[in-house]
């Protein structure tokens, strides 16, 4: 199976044509930038190298000089929306193997590819298959152990960066964010790397116990301690002994409720319903909010005492529209899971769903992402997801801001102006307040002209 490093920035085109050429049996590693593509090579050795001719941190033909020089044996393929045949002639020159132009059909990449590649004889074929899909065997594996995503915008790196600083401590963690933005694969994520990783991992949802069970549900209970109670039970902090415990949405639990809970994590020890006997716990805590409970301790709804102890540090759980450039990096992860679990095979998105997607303000987050992913790939008989399977709601909602970012009407320019004079001319804020992707937002400013002070 040849192995093809593919070097591109425009991450949906970069996931589209991966997808592609794994279904036509070539093992594909992608880099986003020169940076990362620099990496692969000294960690992996390709058969094919096809790199786009414009990256973020480097041009593509200096990029293949590198390479050329270093790996003088591998075959590099220049791809570029800018059909300009002095730029192939200079590639070409430069030792390109070939060169093609956006947008380019399939059965052309392949031909190219397979030019380039001068198919290997059937024995050398035979002994890099194995290693190769054992390879991808592994890496599946692993991303069933740990579903975090690493994306690649701003806030995304700023998280991954907080991740790695925290997990090895035994820092008590309080994760911030909205509905559906993956707290608890973060606090998962956060557990796996750190020194209690061979231990358990015990998720709580607080806002399903009913404030009368909770010390029974976190300490455990004897048999016939109360009503119902008819046998011994374990309480949570006794089954995390040892690993980490998630306590999450912690501000629904009542203020009786949060002193017991206060007490057990400064004492370090518990004590089960009904029983005089204390258990020494070694834990760590992991909690997760979607409120901001700085004004529910100012309104006296949560301690400010047991808030302290669990935010020795915080971490901020962005929302997807806060991270545009992941968007199509989840869309993917999500499309490969959904084909695992329907037993599919699509190979991706058409570039109206991505667009359409690009213009969505997510409100559901990684979540509603997931399942619009899933449902979409149920419902898919090509080989890529079309439009006509989003759900009628979505697609309504993209033809309404369809319609709107085609308008020229004053109401909308001073729509924009009052949003961001709201904002304090904070433009992510002023797009939140519009339902707006910031993307979209830049696009109306440059429309109408408006200059920020």
């Given at each position: 199976m040849p192995k093809i490093l593919l070097i591109e920035d425009d991450i949906a085109f970069c996931k589209l044509l991966e997808k592609f050429l794994i279904k036509k049996a070539f093992d594909v590693t992608i880099a986003f930038s020169a940076a990362e593509a620099r990496?692969?090579?000294?960690?992996?050795?390709?058969?094919?190298?096809?790199?786009?001719?414009?990256?973020?941190?480097?041009?593509?033909?200096?990029?293949?000089?590198?390479?050329?020089?270093?790996?003088?044996?591998?075959?590099?393929?220049?791809?570029t929306g800018y059909s300009d045949v002095n730029t192939a002639v200079k590639a070409i020159k430069n030792g390109a193997a070939d060169y093609i132009s956006k947008p380019f059909n399939p059965d052309e990449v392949l031909l190219v590819i397979t030019n380039a590649l001068q198919a290997p004889k059937e024995e050398e074929e035979e002994e890099i298959e194995?290693?190769?899909?054992?390879?991808?065997?592994?890496?599946?594996?692993?991303?069933?152990?740990?579903?975090?995503?690493?994306?690649?915008?701003?806030?995304?790196?700023?998280?991954?960066?907080?991740?790695?600083?925290?997990?090895?401590?035994?820092?008590?963690?309080?994760i911030i964010g909205?509905?559906?933005?993956?707290?608890?694969?973060?606090?998962?994520?956060?557990h796996q790397q750190s020194q209690r990783k061979n231990n358990n991992f015990i998720a709580v949802d607080c806002g399903a116990i009913p404030k009368e069970l909770a010390a029974s549900e976190f300490f455990g209970h004897l048999k016939g301690s109360f009503t119902g109670a008819i046998s011994d039970k374990m309480g949570y902090?006794?089954?995390?002994?040892?690993?980490?415990?998630?306590?999450?949405?912690?501000?629904?639990?009542?203020?009786?409720?949060?002193?017991?809970?206060l007490r057990a994590l400064q004492e370090r020890k518990i004590k089960p319903v009904g029983s005089n006997?204390?258990?020494?716990?070694?834990?760590?805590?992991?909690?997760?909010?979607?409120?901001?409970?700085?004004?529910?301790?100012?309104?006296?709804?949560?301690?400010?005492?047991l808030y302290h102890r669990i935010n020795e540090f915080s971490i901020q759980?962005?929302?997807?529209?806060?991270?545009?450039?992941?968007?199509?990096?989840?869309?993917?992860?999500?499309l490969e899971k959904a084909n695992e679990q329907l037993n599919k095979d699509i190979i991706g998105f058409s570039p109206e769903v991505v667009s359409i997607f690009q213009n969505y303000s997510w409100p559901?987050?990684?979540?509603?992402?997931?399942?619009?992913?899933?449902r979409s790939t149920l419902l898919s008989r090509g080989d890529f997801i079309e439009s006509d399977v989003l759900p009628a709601e979505f697609f309504q909602i993209h033809k309404q801001s369809e319609n709107t970012s085609f308008s020229l009407s004053d109401n909308e320019k001073e729509a924009i102006i009052h949003a961001l004079s709201k904002a304090h001319n904070n433009k992510s804020e002023a797009a939140k307040l519009l339902k707006i992707t910031r993307k979209t937002l830049y696009n109306k400013l440059k429309q109408y002209n408006i200059e920020l002070e």
């Open positions: 990496t692969a090579v000294k960690n992996e050795s390709f058969d094919l190298i096809l790199t786009d001719l414009r990256l973020p941190d480097s041009d593509g033909i200096g990029l293949m000089s590198e390479f050329k020089n270093s790996f003088p044996q591998i075959p590099v393929i220049l791809m194995t290693p190769a899909k054992k390879k991808k065997a592994v890496k599946k594996e692993s991303t069933a152990e740990n579903e975090f995503v690493r994306g690649i915008s701003a806030a995304s790196k700023k998280l991954w960066d907080h991740i790695q600083l925290v997990s090895p401590t035994d820092m008590s963690v309080l909205e509905s559906g933005t993956g707290k608890e694969i973060i606090a998962k994520s956060i902090f006794e089954a995390a002994n040892g690993g980490t415990l998630f306590l999450d949405e912690i501000g629904n639990l009542s203020y009786e409720n949060q002193i017991q809970l006997k204390e258990i020494n716990v070694d834990i760590r805590i992991i909690t997760a909010t979607n409120e901001d409970l700085r004004e529910a301790v100012k309104n006296g709804d949560f301690r400010e005492d759980s962005p929302s997807l529209k806060d991270r545009d450039e992941d968007l199509m990096v989840f869309a993917d992860y999500f559901g987050n990684l979540r509603e992402l997931q399942n619009c992913v899933k």
